[in-house]
């Protein structure tokens, strides 16, 4: 009997479970083509999501439209090459959105640069660049996916935070400020459109082996993968309707955060 239970857990497929769920859905994900973004977009189209991918390269949103919809054939992959250090084009990809895209269900704000300065020894460049990227592109990515969603009163939106909205980081002081920005910005948006039915959910992972750690030193035992990332936000969302996850934390289990 617990041989075929522990036999059942492990060929439990949780792309399986999750089709339904994610069925005729769209999520538009930033820095789609590396990292966690990549991961997450692996992981929602595995599902049956269609996807509205963004990031700064054209032919890496190419490459991974044309793969994704080659190992899904179910789903639809469109794309939007935006640098988000830009305004005028974070403008742009807002507009295309809005006049080209029915609904958006599934909003993941991912972008985001690390800057490792410290408050004293910045540039005003690397202030306004972390500011553009790591905050004013959710912020007004959030406001304007968030209006449609609550006149659809469905949606979910998921703000990748950094362990740094907790713990801060001196000699990476703009990012750090960035982080509780957005840890502030989920959590006034949640308020304003719970009674909508909307669902706002703050990611922080620590410690993230992506293309910004190569060739650390740092053992990768003591990291967390971008997958962990993406199987959290699958897995929040198939929660119950009556339910909200308000933030998840993911740490590496061993080293530092």
């Given at each position: 009997?617990?041989?075929?239970?522990?036999?059942?857990?492990?060929?439990?497929?949780?792309?399986?479970?999750?089709?339904?769920?994610?069925?005729?859905?769209?999520?538009?994900?930033?820095?789609?083509?590396?990292?966690?973004?990549?991961?997450?977009?692996?992981?929602?189209?595995?599902?049956?999501?269609?996807?509205l991918l963004s990031a700064r390269n054209r032919e890496s949103l190419?490459?991974?439209?044309?793969?994704?919809?080659?190992?899904?054939?179910?789903?639809?992959?469109?794309?939007?090459?935006?640098?988000?250090?830009?305004?005028?084009?974070?403008?742009?990809?807002?507009?295309?959105?809005?006049?080209?895209?029915?609904?958006?269900?599934?909003?993941?704000?991912?972008?985001?640069?690390?800057?490792?300065?410290?408050?004293?020894?910045?540039?005003?460049?690397?202030?306004?660049?972390?500011?553009?990227?790591?905050?004013?592109?959710?912020?007004?990515?959030?406001?304007?996916?968030?209006?449609?969603?609550?006149?659809?009163?469905?949606?979910?939106?998921?703000?990748?935070?950094?362990?740094?909205?907790?713990?801060?980081?001196?000699?990476?002081?703009?990012?750090?400020?960035?982080?509780?920005?957005?840890?502030?910005?989920?959590?006034?948006?949640?308020?304003?459109?719970?009674?909508?039915?909307?669902?706002?959910?703050?990611?922080?992972?620590?410690?993230?082996?992506?293309?910004?750690?190569?060739?650390?030193?740092?053992?990768?035992?003591?990291?967390?993968?971008?997958?962990?990332?993406?199987?959290?936000?699958?897995?929040?969302?198939?929660?119950?309707?009556?339910?909200?996850?308000?933030?998840?934390?993911?740490?590496?289990q061993y080293g530092n955060s």
């Amino acid at each position: 009997m617990f041989d075929l239970l522990a036999d059942k857990l492990l060929n439990f497929d949780i792309k399986r479970i999750a089709m339904p769920l994610f069925t005729d859905k769209t999520a538009l994900i930033t820095g789609a083509t590396k990292g966690m973004g990549l991961a997450i977009a692996e992981k929602l189209a595995e599902c049956g999501c269609n996807l509205l991918l963004s990031a700064r390269n054209r032919e890496s949103l190419e490459t991974l439209k044309i793969r994704l919809e080659e190992s899904n054939p179910d789903i639809t992959v469109q794309y939007f090459a935006c640098d988000f250090g830009d305004n005028e084009q974070l403008t742009k990809l807002i507009h295309w959105v809005e006049e080209r895209i029915l609904r958006v269900d599934i909003l993941v704000n991912n972008v985001g640069i690390f800057r490792p300065v410290s408050l004293l020894n910045e540039s005003d460049e690397d202030f306004d660049l972390q500011m553009q990227i790591n905050y004013r592109t959710p912020h007004r990515l959030s406001r304007s996916v968030a209006r449609s969603m609550c006149k659809n009163r469905k949606g979910h939106i998921f703000n990748i935070s950094s362990i740094a909205s907790r713990e801060p980081v001196s000699s990476a002081a703009t990012y750090t400020v960035t982080k509780y920005a957005v840890r502030g910005l989920t959590q006034v948006l949640r308020d304003e459109v719970r009674p909508y039915g909307i669902k706002v959910t703050e990611i922080i992972p620590g410690s993230t082996l992506t293309a910004s750690w190569e060739g650390t030193t740092v053992p990768a035992d003591q990291f967390i993968l971008p997958t962990d990332i993406a199987t959290a936000i699958v897995t929040c969302l198939q929660v119950s309707v009556g339910a909200h996850v308000d933030e998840i934390v993911i740490k590496p289990q061993y080293g530092n955060s």
